[in-house]
């Protein structure tokens, strides 16, 4: 499911309704976000970088893009602000939802939100 590109946490009107993205619930407007019931306790950043991704499922998404959606301004040179939060944010994932990756990395380009199991390779 791809959640309404037309809002984003910062604007003032969230939709009530919650949002479900495979086993991931996304509820906006308490900026709050559920794995199997579960809450991630996410901060209002880690909750506005991880639904700029979640709005845009499966796409990647620019590491400049993300930083101008989640901070409102152009990224400086050589920032890793939006790198520091998505360990942040990966990290909390983790804690919830141990089989489970949600971010994926495309190095050089930016990351993207899709919820996949993650596979065991036999002998590891």
């Known amino acids: 499911m791809v959640l309404e590109a037309s809002f984003s946490p910062r604007t003032p009107r969230l939709p009530a309704e919650p949002?479900?993205?495979g086993n991931v619930e996304v509820r906006p407007g308490e900026l709050?976000?559920?794995i199997e019931g579960v809450?991630?306790?996410f901060t209002v950043r880690e909750f506005?970088?991880?639904f700029a991704l979640a709005e845009?499922?499966?796409r990647v998404v620019p590491r400049p893009e993300i930083y101008e959606l989640v901070w409102g301004a152009h990224m400086p040179y050589r920032d890793r602000s939006v790198d520091v939060f998505i360990r942040k944010v990966r990290s909390k994932l983790e804690l919830v939802a141990p089989g489970w990756e949600y971010i994926h990395t495309h190095f050089g380009i930016g990351y993207r939100f899709a919820p996949q199991r993650r596979t065991v390779h036999p002998g590891h």
């Open 19 to 21: 949002h479900h993205i």
């Open 32 to 34: 709050q976000v559920l």
């Open 39 to 41: 809450r991630v306790g």
């Open 48 to 50: 506005e970088l991880f």
């Open 56 to 58: 845009r499922f499966d």
